[in-house]
Each structure stands twice: as C-alpha cells, then as structure tokens.
C-alpha cells in the first residue's frame, strides 16, 4: 500500500510540474559525460531529477537568487548517481544550500590528549548527515571536464556514504555485492594512491582524494561519472565495483558516444 501511495505521488510530481524543455536542454549541453545516455536514461533522469526538484529545497545565501536553470543544474547532477536506484536514495534531508562561491566552515576535532580544536577552512562543498547539502555555485557551474572534477557528484556520494552512519568510503551496498570485496579493493586502491600522492607522482584524480577514505570514494565518483577510463585503466578492480554500485557503466557509454 505504501509503495502504491508512492507510485501514485510521483506520477502526480510528473504530470503537474515538468520541466521545461529548454532549461532541461540547456542542463544538459552543459554536462557533456551525459551525453552518452540512452533515451530511456535520459527519460529516467528528467523523471528523477523532477521528483529531486518537488521534494527538496533549493536555497540560495550571500543574496543568491537560484533561477529554475540552476536549480536543474544541481537536481540533474546529483540525480545521476541514482539514475539506476531510486529517489528514496536521498529521501532523509531536504536541502541544498547555494553559496556564491567557495564558504568558511569551521570544522571542530579532538586531538589524541582529548583537547577539542577547531579549524578554519574554505570550501567548496560540504555534506551533512541527515542535514543539508552545501554547495559554491562558482564551483557547479565552472565544472572541470578535464580534471574530472564535480562538486555536485562529490557531495551527493558523501550522501550516499552517509546511508549507514558518517561517511567512511563504505556506503550500504546491494545485496549481490560482497562487503569484503569492496573493503579489499577499495584498500588496496586507496593505499596506492596515497603512496603516489606521498611521492609526488602526478595521478589520476585530485591528490584530495588521499585525505581519507571518505574522500577517496567521492572524488572516486566525480571521476568515474566524467573520466571513467581514468579510473578503468588504472584500478579496473575499483571500476568494477562503483559500476556495480552505482548500477552503471560510464565507460562504456563514453565510448558509444564517442564512436557515434
């Protein structure tokens, strides 16, 4: 009966607020790792990312005005990752907060005596368990193709991490996914990495990645989505597990759309 309610809400978001063919287009144009979907996916986006806009909150702060298009700019984005899985991946919060561009966050830590610090940083994007999305408008728009970087994709797995208590690398995964491969790979990889970060060794994805395993599978997911073949070439074990996770292949699509 719950599930029956559900259908019938989001046919209702579907057929009540649609969005409009030409800020849709024009999302898209500007995202060129979507190019490759089929019309089915692409079908299945625009659905999602509709549902995405009804039920959350797009906000800007500093005296941002967020516009219909930035609003899909950041829906299509974050619901690309559950292209494959449903909404209800995102359903425990409400909120994205926009910010002009990069924010302070004062970040609170205790040391190994029991004293309690606190550090200023700057941002670009911040996740919250169970609270808001915080992203740098400056950040979303000027998205970084070559580098593969996208704060959007980045604070939407953290969301996705989140699932099962704070972000760790380790989101809940299906149950046709083994636990202890995912662990094995997902090691293995970050212990490379961070040994080529160390060594000063130019690598695959922003050398950030190296700062914990949490951002180890974020910024994993910002390549994997914009430069797959970064990631299969170099860790193809890792590769098979985010496509098993994400329910997607990337690389496979890029291909296609580079052949046609």
Not at 49 to 66: A, C, E, M, P, R
Request: hydrophobic share 40%.
């Amino acid at each position: 009966m719950i599930w029956y309610l559900e259908k019938w809400r989001r046919r209702w978001i579907l057929g009540r607020k649609p969005i409009r063919e030409s800020v849709w287009q024009s999302a898209v144009d500007q995202l060129p790792f979507l190019h490759g979907l089929t019309q089915d996916e692409f079908r299945q986006l625009r659905e999602w990312t509709s549902i995405f806009l009804h039920d959350k909150k797009i906000n800007g702060v500093q005296g941002l005005v967020v516009t219909e298009a930035m609003r899909v700019m950041i829906a299509v984005q974050a619901c690309l990752l559950i292209l494959k899985l449903d909404p209800e991946y995102y359903d425990d919060w409400v909120e994205v907060i926009v910010y002009p561009g990069k924010f302070i966050l004062d970040h609170a830590y205790t040391d190994e005596t029991g004293i309690v610090h606190t550090r200023r940083m700057v941002a670009s994007g911040e996740s919250w368990q169970a609270g808001p999305v915080i992203l740098s408008w400056e950040d979303v728009v000027h998205v970084h193709h070559e580098s593969g970087y996208n704060v959007v994709i980045h604070e939407f797995a953290h969301k996705l991490d989140m699932l099962n208590g704070s972000a760790n690398g380790y989101p809940p995964l299906h149950s046709d996914m083994d636990p202890r491969i995912w662990a094995v790979v997902f090691s293995r990889a970050y212990e490379i990495f961070c040994r080529q970060v160390e060594r000063g060794e130019v690598t695959i994805m922003d050398p950030y990645a190296a700062e914990d395993p949490a951002e180890f599978f974020a910024v994993s997911s910002e390549v994997f989505f914009t430069r797959p073949y970064r990631i299969k070439q170099y860790f193809p074990e890792m590769y098979q597990q985010l496509a098993r996770y994400y329910r997607q292949d990337p690389a496979a699509r890029q291909e296609c759309e580079t052949d046609s």
